[in-house]
């Protein structure tokens, strides 16, 4: 059974840092893609961060660059998506995605709050 389990979120000051982590199990971590997502009220799910199999190639979105940092351990089968300099629009709901090919596992979501 595949999942991907999002943990991390939770209500943070502007200006303040969480850690996002996406837990995987149920199929071969290492040969997929990772990549963060998110999706605020009344907007369209967007591209957060990007990691390759090997996490040797990173991108991000332009919103977020020099911010947020991703990183995954295969060890481990976990990703995670370190957030420095909250702003309050980096308030949603954030979704890991697992993709090899046409192949595509998201998670159910972890809310992130970014309010004084």
């Known amino acids: 059974q595949v999942q991907l389990v999002e943990s991390g979120g939770g209500l943070v000051q502007p200006g303040g840092s969480l850690r996002l982590s996406c837990a995987a199990s149920?199929?071969?971590?290492?040969?997929?893609?990772m990549s963060w997502h998110r999706q605020a009220p009344g907007k369209e799910r967007e591209l957060v961060a990007f990691?390759?199999?090997?996490?040797?190639?990173?991108h991000y979105a332009d919103s977020v660059r020099g911010r947020f940092t991703i990183s995954r351990d295969n060890a481990k089968s976990t990703m995670y998506l370190q957030m420095n300099s909250l702003k309050t629009e980096d308030t949603a709901v954030y979704y890991c995605?697992?993709?090899?090919?046409?192949?595509?596992?998201w998670g159910q979501g972890t809310q992130v709050t970014v309010s004084s």
């Open positions: 995605k697992a993709t090899m090919w046409h192949i595509n596992y």
């Open positions: 990691i390759t199999t090997a996490g040797g190639i990173t």
């Open positions: 149920g199929f071969n971590f290492s040969s997929y893609a």
